[in-house]
């Protein structure tokens, strides 16, 4: 599975910005958000089944941030709205042949893209 992450960019505090994750290759059951921010470990995001479009979230994000699926282009987007300054960090998507949230378990990534939330 090949992952193309892009959307990342300068956004104010309040502003919003829509990540997409296309992939290419081998199938997979789920596609999760991971971010780190600098200093920090890689968390994760959000996540959302590719089959049943069951969607993950981690506390912070909910209310704010929406995982979606468009199967028929093979992408993911993730939407974040009411960014705040620590949402800034290394978006990355990655891929896994079965549902799970776990950052371990994920064997496909793509490359990060930057999201940056001025005060």
């Known amino acids: 599975v090949q992952l193309q992450a892009s959307g990342g960019g300068l956004v104010q505090a309040g502003g919003f910005l829509r990540l997409s994750c296309t992939a290419s290759?081998?199938?997979?059951?789920?596609v999760g958000w991971f971010r780190q921010a600098p200093g920090k470990e890689r968390e994760f995001v959000a996540a959302?089944?590719?089959?049943?479009?069951?969607?993950y979230y981690t506390d912070s994000v909910k209310g704010r941030f929406t995982i979606s699926r468009d199967n028929a282009k093979n992408t993911v987007y993730l939407q974040m709205n009411s960014l705040k300054p620590e949402d800034t960090a290394v978006y990355s998507c990655?891929?896994?042949?079965?549902?799970?949230?776990?950052?371990?378990?994920?064997?496909?990534w793509g490359q990060g893209t930057l999201v940056t939330v001025s005060s």
């Open positions: 990655a891929a896994v042949r079965r549902i799970t949230t776990r950052e371990r378990d994920y064997h496909y």
């Open positions: 290759g081998r199938t997979f059951s789920m």
């Open positions: 959302i089944g590719r089959i049943d479009g069951v969607t």
